[in-house]
Nanobody
Framework: QVQLVESGGGLAQAGGSLRLSCVAS????????MGWFRQAPGKEREFVAA????????NYADSMKGRSTISRDNAKNTVFLQMNNLEPEDTAVYYC????????????????WGQGTQVTVSS
């Protein structure tokens, strides 16, 4: 069973950048599509970005297109989310998730979740 641990969150100013990392334990990381989701206080968890198991396909939420890049290093069991030009509306807890099926924007297709990392963007 894969376990996920996120890092890289913190406080950033509007217009700044953050790079989130998610390290997976286990030997089957390369079999999973990976996604990033976020949840702001009082709101539902929402899709941010996803990448296929071999890294060949990527998908982004409209709000993140052009401002973020998802990537993965299967040799290091790590998936990254580079976020640029941050906005206060990006403030949320960011979660890494793994799907044994396929790249997806839907939370119910992911069966393994990390604990989350807080991102706070000040104006």
């Amino acid at each position: 069973q894969v376990q996920l641990v996120e890092s890289g969150g913190g406080l950033a100013q509007a217009g700044g950048s953050l790079r989130l990392s998610c390290v997976a334990s286990g030997r089957t990381f390369g079999h999973y599509a990976m996604g990033w989701f976020r949840q702001a206080p009082g709101k539902e968890r929402e899709f941010v970005a996803a990448i296929s198991a071999n890294g060949g396909s990527r998908n982004y939420a409209d709000s993140m297109k052009g401002r973020s890049t998802i990537s993965r290093d299967n040799a290091k069991n790590t998936v990254f989310l580079q976020m640029n030009n941050l906005e206060p509306e990006d403030t949320a807890v960011y979660y890494c998730a793994a799907s044994p099926l396929f790249i997806s924007t839907m939370t119910h297709n992911y069966n393994i979740w990390g604990q989350g990392t807080q991102v706070t963007v000040s104006s």
